[in-house]
């Protein structure tokens, strides 16, 4: 069948020309992928099953009345953001609605400053990855009863306590998961040495400078997918919605 025979058999088939026929496929194919590209943009920042009450905004933000004000919604600050840290509200979330937040449980902040760089209302305050010092997102708390160093330790200092009874050392490992000691927050934080270092001779256990800490939230980003749950170390926000 030639194609002019083809088209007209599609044509009374139809009932419309197939010329409209071709544009109105190409329109809705167009208008399908321009769904898809928006649901894609914006599933990536919108975080539908863990939202928390306390507010982590990225890096330089201003007080939160003036954030609110300011901000445009105009999503650049996610685009400049490469580690896909910055996720957003919706609708549902009221006056906080499309504007950025991080959520350590799920992606930390790596403290490029490029987000800052990409705000055109400057709510997020314009910084060099050299200014760092300036930010304040929260802090952090540390939970040595999740964490897997501290676990080790306690082993160890249980141990020997049973070694100088005269006792099997093994005894003590029946009262713990022990699955090794981590020291993962330590080498993901961006300061650490700084905000974070390692109890000599302890496994591998954290110690927490809470002054020097930025709260951008690397650590318990990494101790949410070792513990795969509630994490041992986590962000206490510096601010809350309302």
Known sequence: MTDVKRRAALKK????????????????????????SA??????PVSTTHKPAGLVRPPGAVEEEEFLAGCIRCYRCQDACDYG????????????????FIDPAIKGCNLCMKCTQACPTHVL???????????DMGSVELRKDRCLSYKAKSIRDEQAMLVDMGRSATESEANYERRGPCGECYMFCPLRTKAIKLEPGSFLAPVIFEKECLGCGM???????????????RVKPNRWKA
């Open 13 to 36: 088939m139809l009932g419309v020309p197939v010329k409209a026929l071709g544009l109105g496929i190409a329109i809705g194919a167009g208008h399908a992928l321009g769904d898809a």
């Open 39 to 44: 649901w894609k943009k914006s599933s990536l």
């Open 85 to 100: 840290a910055i996720r957003f509200f919706t609708e549902a979330d009221g006056k906080h609605y499309h504007t950025p």
């Open 125 to 135: 305050t314009p910084l060099e990855p050299s200014e760092r010092s300036k930010v």
């Open 219 to 233: 650590c318990e980003e990494i101790c949410t997918h070792i513990l795969k749950g509630d994490p041992a170390i």
